[in-house]
Nanobody, 114 residues
Framework: QVQLVESGGGLVQPGGSLRLSCVASGGISGYIMDWHRQAPGEQRDLVAR???????TYAAFVKGRFTISRDNAANTVYLQMNSLQPEDTAVYYC?????????WGQGTQVTVSS
């Protein structure tokens, strides 16, 4: 069983930045990790994905503003979020993709408001 713990969320003004972290209790090397978000009443959407080799893909709605990265030695994945807008308000979840099971964190709230 792997536990994921997100942190770094909070309240930020439009145009501001936040950096989310997700620490895994087990090794992440060799596995895909990604960030998702879910706003109230909405479905959970994929935000960004980082592959084992470090390459990344992004949802169109965050491309150019968010950057996903990983530190395998620290069992941690990051999401740097810049130019935040009110529509980015959501609970952000990280996920570890393993062949037989996916693991999710408990989420961290991001609120963008003036």
């Amino acid at each position: 069983q792997v536990q994921l713990v997100e942190s770094g969320g909070g309240l930020v003004q439009p145009g501001g930045s936040l950096r989310l972290s997700c620490v895994a209790s087990g090794g992440i090397s060799g596995y895909i990790m990604d960030w998702h978000r879910q706003a109230p009443g909405e479905q959970r959407d994929l935000v960004a994905r980082v592959y084992s080799g470090g390459s990344a893909t992004y949802a169109a709605f965050v491309k150019g503003r968010f950057t996903i990265s990983r530190d395998n030695a620290a069992n941690t994945v990051y999401l740097q979020m810049n130019s935040l807008q009110p529509e980015d308000t959501a609970v952000y979840y990280c996920r570890l993709v393993r062949p037989r099971k996916d693991y999710w964190g408990q989420g961290t709230q991001v609120t963008v408001s003036s």
